[in-house]
Structure formats: structure tokens, C-alpha cells
Nanobody
């Protein structure tokens, strides 16, 4: 059984910062890319940022220069540091991992349960 558990969401004022964490646990053989997606009410889920096992990163244009993704491969954990937050960043943020579980032969997507981020004064 593999789980992704997020933490760190909450309410913050515009211009503020939050740090999200996501830890993968369970019967893990290997993890490729890990990332963060978000979904605002009435909108489709969108990629926010992703990071490969080698450390290459990719960001949505809307968050470049404000958000930073990082990971600890030894701990199977990915982080999202969010600075200069705007009201339009309000959404449920989901952790994603391209992961191969033990006793399986393929990589597939795993998702966390989501954590709410609200940016409001």
C-alpha cells in the first residue's frame, strides 16, 4: 500500500508565504517525477510545479519566480515553497508522484488527498 500525505495548507494574506509538504510512504520501489497540482472551484486541475528524481524542475508560468519546488529523495518527500501569494493562488493543492510500488513492474500516478490553500485578506 502506497500513500501520499500532504500538509502545510491554510489561510494566508496576500503577499504571504506557505510551505507545503508531501511524504510518500508504504511499499515503494522507486519514484520518478513528483509534483504539485491545484484545482480551484469551477476550474480544471492544473500543474503547478514538478521535479524529477535528478532535480530538474518545471513550473507553471503563473507561479514562476514565486514558488519553489524541492525534494528529499531519501525521505520520499516533496516540498512547495510558495511566496508572494495572490488570491488567484487559492485552490486545493494535490501532491502527485510517478511511482513504482514493490512487487509491481510499472510506474503509475499516485495522488494525495489534497490540502486547501486560501489567500485572502
Amino acid at each position: 500500500q502506497v500513500r501520499l500525505v500532504e500538509s502545510g495548507g491554510g489561510l494566508v494574506q496576500p503577499g504571504g508565504s506557505l510551505r507545503l509538504s508531501c511524504a510518500a510512504s508504504g511499499s515503494i520501489f522507486a519514484i520518478n517525477t513528483m509534483g504539485w497540482y491545484r484545482q480551484a472551484p469551477g476550474k480544471q486541475r492544473e500543474l503547478v510545479a514538478a521535479i524529477t528524481s535528478g532535480g530538474s524542475t518545471n513550473y507553471a508560468d503563473s507561479v514562476k519566480g514565486r514558488f519553489t519546488i524541492s525534494r528529499d529523495n531519501a525521505e520520499n518527500t516533496v516540498y512547495l515553497q510558495m511566496n508572494s501569494l495572490k488570491p488567484e493562488d487559492t485552490a486545493v493543492y494535490y501532491c502527485n508522484a510517478d511511482l513504482r510500488a514493490r512487487r509491481t513492474s510499472v510506474f503509475r500516478d499516485y495522488w494525495g488527498q489534497g490540502t486547501q490553500v486560501t489567500v485572502s485578506s
